[in-house]
């Protein structure tokens, strides 16, 4: 590896690299860099400035071009001659190439760019094209990394070697890679997103060839502090940090001593297979396809794949099966026309044939669900075709009996609130914290979590307190600590079950950065944890220290709490939009599971499951789930981080750009996430001055994160309110967006984005404030007033945000009970009878003189403002000033369980009354 200028080389990429969540832009960018001066070397200009600016960023590319197999050796060679020849045009020819095909991503597919001369075809004596045509003959192409003990001289014919191995039948085509080291091999894992696989043949050295600060700087981020003490080989030490980096990828590991020990060690385990020397290569190489093969396979759709291609009668129900009711019809063949004969081929309404059951499954359903718990690290998982609000309905009636109570933030899916309607639970609400000034609430605190568990414990009441409902991350954003929540919650009710409505964030489990912060990430920690001897002492001193929890205790609350190890039990679910964040169609969701007492509640998840979901599943959802896993678990490394990246730039280049700025803004952490959540004092990505070590130190430590791709686009200072924005931005520019709130939109980044798309929603914001000040400048000062007027109603006359009030004592099991859980299914179900309930309009004086001397008015609805989509009121819950004053002023169309023109619907004080006399609580 070249030690070419590390210092100058090193200066200018550390700063950069800090500013990269996605290590691979970074080099990408650099090429770009490369490109621009080549192309400025033909032409005029300073040629020797021109040329030293040629070789500096070689300089710079150099290190990271040793992770990579494409463009390689041997067209870094050529580039290097042709600058050192003076052959500007020659250059500028194949820099462009390479850096066209790095950013398309083209030299997996075609040969020639592999190529040095322009005029070749391809196929050169000395390297192998990287993938054979296109269409079905295609073969996707990935790259192995080797991690080699031994001399450099000796690694080019260590990749002919495998190369040599390639044949006909090989379903997939890869270029090894070869590093000498153990941090080499952790940045080849970080910058390459096309390894699959990697060797690692153990005699392997420690450092690294290259002295760039900035890849120390992403080293001492990624390799955890004392990994390898202890050890002489470096082997399963590194296998370990990169399955903590990259747990999809396959591990392969070459020793030549005491095999059978090293195979059966408890940290081989992520290994996927051990070599005895590297005198097997066609073994490893067959090995590695195998890998591959594993997670390219997709049990149901493969079969979905030959049930449509066979010639089937079929006798049941669905007439669109095989199509010919729609290709054969005078009036909807246009029908089969849009949608194309596969969609018809691939529906059945049967289960046979090579079709699994979704309510039973056994066959290719199952292994494509324990593929997808595989990829999303959870124990089991449960595919599910009516969306996430499905989902969360069937784990609330699986793991909730009536009577239990559910600590839950009020500002959860509608879908949580009906379910817990259904299940009879008893909801505790906890409010998250308000964000007034957009017009939002963030997200739930820990503390007010464990001071309601308190609560609940000092009353005697834990042992009905059943689960923890939490949204990770929020619709606007909000990433949650969720190990300590489940840690500091575990500490005082050691068998709490969660539920991490991770509708939006199933993506995050492909992000270094983010997968701590995931449900199944964290639950894997603890699992981990609580195993540690280390642990252990770290806890007895924590027990000596404190003693038993004391709910009389204030001092806890502000105690990071241990769980006792011998205690707790991990009982995590996740539940997961994969439609939301990843290639599955609409209504595609996931449960996720590690509960280490599954076993107890397996039967009554499975009753769970048969009630929400159809006898009639739609196939091509559950085909796009196993597809979308495929996905993820090939590429979902790359897509990720790439999403991440952008997003990041999309802030910086609204918030940089001094004409739009004036007027719009990407709301930043430290305006999204209040101070006491962020001790680290991380507010923004890439902050002149900070590190990659400060933002993953907020990671780890801050109570809240903000999610980069979850944009809230504040456009209150240009005078839209967020609903008015959407439109315009939907009918003049054609850009969708989601979420609204008074003063901001959301916009969503997902692995669908690109540059391009960046490029047109910058266009049109800087289209819009040249807009506004053409107008302000030619409208005169009533113009002027009048915006400035909307701008401050928008900004700054924002209603306050109300609280959960409290459930109507004819809804409580004790009125005086300090904790505020209460029987919602009751209320909602006295509504049914008409002669209970009554209304009142929102404008109705009377409702101003109830509020004020009673006798209270109580919900008998949910309602539901969307945007934003959290209840306002739920059944039963008592209607105070400040809802009412929230109500008025909340400008939003949309109101689900309100009808403007009858007004509130409310339970009547008799029925309450008559409620409370028959006491019972159901
Ligand atoms: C936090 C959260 N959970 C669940 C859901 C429901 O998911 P689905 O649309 O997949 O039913 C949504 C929908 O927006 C959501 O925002």
Redesign the pocket.
Known sequence: MTKAAPERAGHRVAGAFSQFFCAAEARVDRWRDLNRVAKALQGAGDPRALRQGAIDALAELAPLEEFNAYPGPHLMAQIHDRLQAGDATGLARLVATVSGALMAGSYRDDARAWSADEEDDGALPDILPPSLGRGPSRRPYFEMLIVAAGDRATWPSLRDTFRRLRREEDAFVYEPVVVGSFEDAVLAALFNFNLQSVLVVEGLAYDSQSSSAALRELLAVHVPQGVTSGRVDLGVPLCRVLRQLRPELDLFLVTDHDIAALAGADDAGGVRRVFYGVEEPMEIHLSVLDGIKDRYETPYFDNLKNYAARPIGTFHALPVARGKSIFKSNWIRDMGEFYGVNLFLAESSATTGGLDSLLEPTGNIKLAQDKAARAFGGDRSFFVT???????KIIHQALLRPGDIVLIDRD??K??HYGIVLAGAQPLYIDAFPLTQYSMYGSLAIRPIKEALLALKAEGKLDRAKMLVL?NC??DGHVANVERTMQECLAIKPDLIFLW?E??FGYARFSPFLRGRTAMGAAAKLRVMMRDPAYRERYAKFKAEHGEIDPKNRKLLDTCLLPDPDQVRIRVYE?D?V??SMSALR?G?IIVVADQDFGRVEAAFKEAFFTHTSTSPNLQIIASLDLARRQMELEGYELVQRAIQLAVEIRREINGHPLISKYFRAATPGEMIPNEYRRSGFADYGETGRTLGDTVEALREDEFFLDPTRITLLCGHAGYDGSQFKSLLATDYDIQINKTSRNSVLVQININNTKSDMAHLVKALADLSRAIEKRLAEGGESERSAFAARVKSLVEDVPDLPNFSRFHDAFRDDAKSATAEGDMRAAYYLAYDPANCEYLKLHDPAIDARVAKGPALVSAKFVIPYPP?FPILVPGQVITRETIAFMRKLDVKEIHGFNAARGFELLKPEALAAKRGAGGRR
């Open positions: 009516n969306g996430t609000s499905t989902s969360n959860c899916h879908s949580h949204t929020t619709f409505d509708a939006w539940s939009s439609h939301k209504q969701s989509g």
